[in-house]
Structure formats: C-alpha cells, structure tokens
C-alpha cells in the first residue's frame, strides 16, 4: 500500500467495510477486501469525481426487512442506483461514467447458488439497465481480491488473496 501511495501523494486514504460507499471529489485512495462482495467503481474525470462501494448481497427487493434508505451500499443494486443518482445530480451525464466491477468470488458456495456470482450478474444486469458501460471487470473465481482505487485517475489496482474461503466469511461477517 505504501508503494500507491508514494505514486499517489496528497490522496486521502479510505477504508471501505462492508456495505459503505463514497463519492469523491478530492484525490483519495479508496481500498476494500472483498470475498464474495462486490465493488464497482465510477469515474467522471470532466466532472473531477469518483465513486465506489462495498455491498454484501445482491437485491434488495430480496430483504423485505431491509430498508435500502438507512443501508443504501448493503445491496448491489440500491448501491448503483444511490451513486449515479449522486453523480447525475452533481451534473454528471450517464455517458460520462467510466464503470468498473470486481469482486464476487464463490469458494464457500456451490457454483450455481453463490451470492458472489448472483452479485455480479446483478451488478453487470443493474448498470445495463442504466445504460452504463464497463469499462473493465476482475470477477468470480475462487480467491478474494484486495482492491485499491485512485479516484483521481480511475485506476484500480488489485491483488489476488490465498486464502479465499477466510476472506469470505470476514466478508460475510462484516
């Protein structure tokens, strides 16, 4: 992490647990662990803004005891709705967003029930729908990711975990 941030000087620094999110418009460097989570990243760089999250299940419609209002990054849709409604309120245009998905893995779960793979065929389902495009993706698999986002270039770095199946559960029991 030194190494980015001796090539990133003057970022700020955040860390995003389970179910946060942010948009940013000063020059941070936002990082997460993810397991079966799912983060996806926006970049406005005509606007001078960034976004990311962190969500732990795929739909909210699924919760009906969840309300996405107090928890708006738990979900992977209420949490792509929420940060491009905060983009396009700031000004920004759908076709200006450079988005990105990573996470999802599916070592602790049968292939076809995983909630890392229904996360990211609701993530890439949620921004279709919206008209946006991805730009690149580092998804599914067997091992969790480490992921650092530069929200004033739009970079993201990763580094593949060993030990998915840990990285999991601490994603779940976040």
């Known amino acids: 992490m030194q190494g980015l941030l001796d090539r990133f000087p003057g970022h700020a620094l955040a860390f995003l647990n389970v ?3 942010g948009l940013y418009n000063r020059p941070t460097m ?15 760089p ?7 999250f962190h969500a732990l299940l795929p739909k909210a419609a699924e919760y ?5 209002e107090q928890t708006p990054y738990k979900f992977v849709d209420t949490a792509i ?5 905060r983009l396009v309120h700031r000004g920004v245009r759908l076709g200006d967003i450079e988005c990105k998905v990573f996470g999802g893995a599916s070592a602790l779960f049968a292939e076809d029930m995983s909630v890392g793979r229904r996360n990211v065929e609701t993530a890439f389902i949620t921004l279709a729908d919206l008209g946006l495009r991805v730009a ?28 998915s199946a840990a990285n999991q559960a601490a994603c779940a029991s976040r």
Do not use: D, W
């Open 19 to 21: 179910a946060q999110g």
């Open 30 to 44: 936002a990082h997460t662990v993810l397991g079966s989570c799912v983060a996806v990243t926006f970049f406005a």
């Open 46 to 52: 005509r606007h001078g803004l960034a976004a990311i």
């Open 64 to 68: 009906r005891l969840h309300n996405p």
């Open 81 to 85: 709705t929420t940060l491009v409604h």
């Open 136 to 163: 690149a993706s580092n998804v599914g698999g067997e091992r969790g990711r480490k992921i650092v986002y530069a929200s004033s270039t739009g970079e993201i770095f990763v580094r593949m975990l060993n030990n």
